[in-house]
């Protein structure tokens, strides 16, 4: 049977992953975590590790043989120390990398991110797009990508990079918990033009990614876009408010250019005040969710991925 060690287990990504390979595949899975919690999903076998401590790592393979490395863990709260995103993202990869190719293991697929092409102007990309990183996360993503990439073509290990765009699902920590705050208030916050469309993922839809790249089994490690589906911006937030259910709502309309400006006013609090964090909303956000944000995904379905959640099974899980 096939051992799989998924890192961020805990997270909404390695839940949802581990839960959709319990009930559609008969994998081994290790789930390597930071502190082991009772409500983790069953199905996985959880290992408590650090990707900043590299003995705990080593651990791991010393005691288990891995077939797959499925690298989903990193630190993603943009309230994030700077440096904590180049220690985990960066050198926790190079780190898990670096053990998993010295104990054989045959293939990694990361989860990456479709912040490493920052700023575009075309309302849908593909693969191919430059990529202009940003901020301090989305630069430490890409360094992780290059890692895999170079390291698993040096070591003729298999696999690929998953650059996702939003994750929105069960235990989601990022966006569902902001767009909450506005609803608890009885608000809708409407960003820029309501009508722009962006893409969102679901951890499931993300586990079927990894089935079809891994059955390829790629020798040249490529990045693919999974994307479950498109929805307008109004869509969401009128689906994510009916699901949470505090009637009546309210409507607030804030323009782009206005979004724009408070995220450079919060940035640069940030940046000028101590213990110098990174925003809690950034530029980088405001343009993620502010306008129209979609990615061409005829790469991943090629290699055989086509997504099950649409909007309302997605709001569904993420709304509890
Ligand atoms: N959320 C998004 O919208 C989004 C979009 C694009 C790409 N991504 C990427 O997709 C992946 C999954 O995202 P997610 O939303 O599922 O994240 P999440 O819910 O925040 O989960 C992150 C996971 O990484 C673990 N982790 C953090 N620091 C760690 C460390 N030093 N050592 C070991 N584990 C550590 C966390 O453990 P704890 O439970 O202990 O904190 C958690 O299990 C991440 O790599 C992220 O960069 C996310």
Redesign the pocket.
Same mark, same amino acid.
Request: hydrophobic content about 30%.
């Given at each position: 049977m096939k051992k799989i060690l998924i #890192? &961020?287990? /805990?997270?909404? #990504?390695?839940q949802g992953v581990i839960k959709y390979f319990r009930e559609n595949h008969a994998y081994e899975i290790l789930g =390597? +975590?930071?502190?082991k919690r009772r409500d983790l999903e069953p199905g996985a076998r959880y290992i408590e &590790? !650090? =990707?900043?401590d590299r003995s705990s790592l080593e651990k791991i393979f010393r005691e288990s043989r891995i077939d797959s490395l499925f690298h989903?863990? &990193?630190?993603? !709260?943009p309230h994030n120390n700077k440096e904590l995103f180049y220690r +985990?993202n960066k050198q &926790?990869t190079r780190e898990l990398v670096d053990l998993a190719v010295r104990a054989g293991v045959g293939e990694i697929i990361y989860? /990456?991110? #479709? /912040?490493v092409y920052g700023k575009f102007d075309q309302p849908q990309i593909d693969e191919e797009h430059p990529l202009n990183p940003q901020g301090h996360y989305a630069r430490s993503?890409l360094m992780a990508e290059n890692i895999i990439t170079r390291e698993c073509e040096k070591a003729g290990i298999t696999g690929g990079i998953l650059r =996702?765009? @939003? @994750?929105l699902g069960k235990? !989601?920590?990022? =966006?569902y918990p902001r767009l909450i705050l506005f609803n608890r208030f009885h608000i809708i916050p409407m960003f820029g033009d309501p009508g722009h469309r962006l893409s969102i993922v679901h951890p499931g839809d993300i586990a079927r990614a990894f089935v079809a790249v891994s059955e390829k089994r790629f020798r040249k490690i490529n990045s693919f876009h999974v994307v479950s589906c498109n929805p307008t911006f109004r869509e969401l937030m009128l689906k994510t408010a009916g699901a949470y259910n505090r009637n009546p709502y309210y409507t607030l309309y804030i323009p782009y250019p206005l979004l724009y400006a408070g995220a450079f006013l919060i940035e640069m609090t940030f940046r000028g005040v101590p213990p110098y964090k990174e925003a809690t909303f950034s530029r980088e956000y405001a343009r993620m969710i502010g306008r129209e944000w979609t990615f061409a995904t005829s790469r991943i379905e090629k290699a055989g991925y086509s997504p099950i959640m649409d909007i309302d099974a997605i709001v569904n899980d993420m709304v509890p």
């Open positions: #890192t &961020g287990a /805990s997270g909404c #990504t390695g =390597l +975590v930071r502190k &590790g !650090d =990707l900043q989903v863990g &990193g630190a993603v !709260d +985990v &926790g989860c /990456s991110s #479709t /912040s993503k =996702l765009p @939003i @994750i235990n !989601d920590r990022h =966006l």
